[in-house]
């Protein structure tokens, strides 16, 4: 972790004091490391430990980095049965720190960046695999208009706007040409399965945006909710699974190792159990798979974009939002190029 943030913490520290009563001690602040997002610190105190996330400094894509959508959506579902942290204010000036941020209670829980979840045993890998599943599956199951989030997306037609969409965010990102990305942005379009359906989906479900209990094999909450919107449940599905299609030098993927070692349920078996669990029980295509590279693919070329622009969210921003980028859209080809679904060998 880094200690020094790119604003004056002092007027945080006010900030905080105004608005949360009995904080003693000196406020610690402290980056979390890792991320390639929204920039996140832990505020402590003496008798308090917080969460502190905001955009990033400098210009921004178009659409990206609402830190404002994220605070509204994890607001409405604390209501629910979806595990999330409970919020405690939104802050729109950005003179305070820079940017708009919000403030949430810090977890005490583990979180693995690394699909393989290292550190656990065999038993607990299986049981925390089972309970993603569960988790993603009691998120598509919520009746999002019931709980205010009715105008949140556009319900129906949603891969053909996201492919318009992410098509636009690779035009703007200024990359390289790739030619495996020129060859999704004609073949998606053209093979958008006829099935819709509308969810709230989380937009980035993967394992190093779950929380796990500290000692128990079960989400404790899901975080990030940069990506969340109304959309198709397949999307965040396909996302998900996506772990067994890339590689651990691929941001964290567990294609290649020992999964019954591990106790990892293979990816047919990890899709069925979401199925069983509630979830969208339509079939997982080799589209959805590509649709979800391309997507990841984009975003890691924005990275890119914006390290080149100077305002990255981390120091090796560049060089893993360029390779990601050329990595994902290879596994995004490789998708299309399967006849019929199946999990890769």
Known sequence: ????????????????????????????????????????????????????????????????????????????LAATDVAVPHLLFYEADAAIIGTPFYVMERLDGRVFADGALPGVTAAERGAMYQSMAETMARLHRVDYAAIGLGDYGRPGNYFARQI??????????????????????????????????????????RTGNMMFHPTEPRVIALLDWELSTIGHPLSDLAYNAMAWRTTPDEYGGIRGLDLQGLGIPGEAEYLAHYVRAGGHSAAVLPFHFAFVMFRF???????????????????????????LTRALARRGIEAINRATYRAPD
């Open 1 to 76: 972790m880094t200690t020094e943030p790119e604003f004056d913490r002092l007027r945080l520290d006010q900030l905080l004091r105004a608005r949360l009563d009995g904080l003693r001690g000196p406020l610690d602040l402290q980056r979390i490391s890792g991320g390639q997002s929204n920039p996140t610190f832990f505020a402590s105190y003496e008798n308090r430990r917080l969460v502190v996330r905001k955009q990033p400094p400098g210009p921004l894509m178009p659409s990206a980095h609402a830190i404002d959508r994220e605070y509204r959506v994890q607001s409405a």
């Open 164 to 205: 318009a969409r992410w098509t636009r965010q690779w035009e703007l990102a200024a990359q390289p040409a790739i030619p495996e990305i020129t060859d999704l942005l004609a073949w998606l379009p053209a093979n958008i399965p006829p099935e819709d359906a509308a969810t709230l989906c989380h937009g980035d479900l």
């Open 297 to 323: 693919a984009v975003i890691f070329a924005g990275i890119a974009a914006r390290a080149a622009a100077g305002n990255a969210a981390s120091e090796n921003a560049a060089e893993v939002g360029g390779r």
